[in-house]
């Protein structure tokens, strides 16, 4: 199975992990999050992170999303994983947003890897603009 991970800092993949739950499926197994809450240690979030992911086996894959590169999530994430065995395995980025995790989610059991991530990367940056308003216009604007 190719599982879809998501940690970060506070609340983000929690939260991000509940609205995969609305738009890719219900609760789906093969959708695993943790979180490094305000407070928490590395090595209790370790210990954390371990616990959500004892269900993958060692012939699994992983996507890995994290919230930034370098963060404690993501490295201690990276640890426990390769405490495991399971580093060879894993692709990981940091940055994730919902259209990232949504890619992976979707369309993860469709695609090689090497075109699963390129495709999450290009969605996730396509996804960052910025809306221009014109506060001038008359009309109604379709958003």
């Not at 991970?5 to 499926?25: D, E, I, R, Y």
């Not at 405490?83 to 919902?98: E, K």
């Not at 979707?106 to 960052?128: F, H, R, T, W, Y």
């Amino acid at each position: 199975m190719r599982y879809v991970v998501l940690v970060s800092h506070g609340t983000f993949a929690p939260g991000l992990h509940s609205v995969l739950k609305m738009l890719a499926g219900g609760d789906r197994p093969d959708i695993l999050s943790a979180s490094m809450e305000d407070g928490m240690g590395a090595d209790v979030f370790a210990e954390k992170f371990a616990e959500t992911v004892k269900v993958i086996k060692e012939e699994d894959e992983i996507l890995l999303l994290a919230d930034i590169i370098g963060g404690s999530p993501l490295t201690n994430g990276l640890d426990v994983l390769s405490q495991r065995g399971l580093l060879d395995r894993t692709r990981a980025f940091g940055g994730m947003n919902l259209p990232m995790a949504l890619t992976a989610s979707m369309m993860k059991d469709g695609m090689d890897m090497e075109s699963l991530a390129a495709a999450m990367i290009l969605e996730s940056q396509n996804a960052i603009q910025e809306m221009k308003l014109n506060e001038n216009d008359e009309e109604e604007t379709e958003i």
